[in-house]
């Protein structure tokens, strides 16, 4: 399945506006997930996995998925967040993922 361009133009097809789209979601869980992934990666690795979960919030607004009662962001953004906790100081050796 095709979803073309995730920005099309001025008016973008989500349901928020752009800037509540970057927006990192409040709350503990989330804090807690970004100083996790602040204390052991890199700068580089941290930002990726912000990215990582904006893309995630881009297609989950696209595909309609955010109204959904699966859908919980705080979730999502600890998850993204802390996909790479592996490369991170705190992992290293032959088990780090």
């Not at 995630?56 to 998925?65: F, I, Y």
């Amino acid at each position: 399945m095709a979803y073309g361009p995730l920005v099309v133009g001025p008016c973008a097809p989500y349901r928020r506006p752009m800037n509540d789209i970057l927006d990192l979601p409040p709350g503990r869980l989330a804090e807690a997930s970004l100083a996790l992934a602040q204390a052991s990666e890199v700068h580089p690795i941290v930002d990726h996995s912000i990215r990582s979960f904006l893309f995630a919030r881009l297609l989950a607004d696209r595909e309609g998925s955010v109204n959904d009662a699966a859908y919980d962001e705080d979730l999502l953004f600890a998850a993204t967040v802390m996909h790479d906790l592996g490369l991170g100081e705190h992992a290293q050796g032959q088990a780090r993922f």
